[in-house]
């Protein structure tokens, strides 16, 4: 079995890109962040005729998640309890579609679209900590009523957890760039401490191993990325994994992504 996350950056934009990935991936759950669509605007046929049932939540043409499943979607969560709010200024906060979460063939899966931080100083870095805390406390809360759950966090988290994650960590800390703050990675580093595991660096170490590579500067050609897509899975389903790619292919060619897909391999 195959599950994978994937920023796609506009899911209708990527529609033949991301259906072609399907087929050719052969993956049996697909996590998907930043559709960038209204549910009645998502391309629910593209799944549909390659078997694949999906549930979506997307409110504008910002963010947006989704899961793609063809070994069963039950009892979808659009947000996790608790999740916090976002309003410019403090105003009016509403819940972003960040998350979502379906039972696949047995395991509680979640597509995650972490807040970026923007700044330092900015309004969007307490709460994208605020964001990930009550994650955490929510995932701790789900392996202690069950540690044999099998549950996978997966998708864009916007952090690099380690120097090794970012092509230049000095020229980040000296522009004072988000991602590699003490605090974003300590919120990273909580959900370790908690119990779940990256899944993907065992099989793909640093450095220079990353999944997202921004669109500008030739960051793709000259090797400038980061990693910051990641499936952090409970104890239960990290002995299942076998094996994981990070498809750097699928970053080349006309009308990609700026992420990777990250495709992990389960017994």
């Not at 999944?211 to 793709?220: C, E, G, I, N, V």
Request: with cysteine; proline share 6%.
């Amino acid at each position: 079995m195959k599950i994978a996350t994937w920023n796609v950056n506009s899911i209708r934009a990527r529609a033949d890109r991301v259906e072609a990935w399907l087929q050719r991936s052969d993956v049996d759950v697909l996590a998907i962040q930043e559709t960038k669509t209204k549910d009645e605007n998502f391309p629910w046929d593209l799944f549909e005729k390659n078997d694949y049932e999906v549930a979506h939540f997307g409110l504008n043409q910002w963010n947006g998640v989704a899961i793609a499943s063809r070994v069963g979607l039950e009892d979808v969560e659009r947000t996790f309890a608790g999740q916090p709010a976002f309003g410019k200024n403090g105003l009016n906060p509403v819940p972003e579609a960040r998350a979502i979460g379906a039972t696949c063939g047995g395991m509680r899966i979640w597509s995650l679209y972490v807040p970026n931080g923007r700044a330092l100083d900015d309004e969007h870095m307490p709460y994208k900590l605020k964001w990930l805390d009550t994650l955490k406390d929510q995932a701790s809360s789900w392996l202690a009523g069950d540690p044999q759950a099998q549950i996978a966090l997966m998708g864009d988290w916007n952090i690099a957890p380690q120097d090794e994650d970012v092509w230049d960590i000095d020229y980040f800390i000296r522009e004072r760039l988000t991602h590699v703050s003490e605090p974003e990675r300590a919120a990273f580093r909580a959900f370790e401490a908690a119990g779940f595991a990256d899944v993907v660096r065992p099989h793909h170490p640093g450095p220079g191993v990353y999944t997202y590579w921004d669109y500008t500067q030739l960051r793709f050609p000259k090797r400038e990325g980061m990693r910051i897509d990641f499936v952090l899975a409970s104890p239960a389903l990290a002995a299942r994994v076998t094996g994981a790619v990070i498809d750097r292919e699928e970053r080349k060619g006309k009308g990609a992504s700026d992420h990777a897909p990250v495709i992990v391999e389960l017994d």
